[in-house]
């Protein structure tokens, strides 16, 4: 299959109802092929992992317009079959076929210094609220913050 279109044409004939029925779920599939139009983009979604993650953005079913009710789960399955030989590969099949490049491994640790903040600010908040030193809520906080530097500056 080469277009969400023709998988949602499938499935109308498959489940009942009309392709519109479908096509949000295809579309979410195929998101990938906005970065990479190649079939490689399929590593992303076309697993049964991602059959499981589209349950969840989509919820179990979702009722045609036919008026049946019809599991998310047997889209996805039909549209990743479609696209993998009637197979539904693992995540893991993808992953281990990745060619490792040194930048994929090489991890470094950023050594910051300064004044300014650093990472997730809520680790800084909760001290300073468990140290009696601020009443006020995360965002509030932050931007008071902010306030500072720049008056600071």
Known sequence: ????????ESSARKFGGVPS???????WFDVSKEHLALFTHRALRHHAQGLFEAERVFGLTLTNSAGR???????GEQHVREDCQGRIPSMADWLRRIQPEPWMANGHIDRHSGDEPCGDPRAAWASEVAAGRTVLGL???????????????
Do not use: C, E, S
């Open 139 to 153: 965002k509030d906080w932050m931007a008071a913050r902010a306030t500072q530097a720049t008056q600071g500056a």
């Open 1 to 8: 299959m080469a277009h969400p279109l023709h998988h949602a």
């Open 69 to 75: 009710d019809i599991p998310v789960r047997w889209i």
């Open 21 to 27: 029925d479908y096509q949000a779920v295809h579309d």
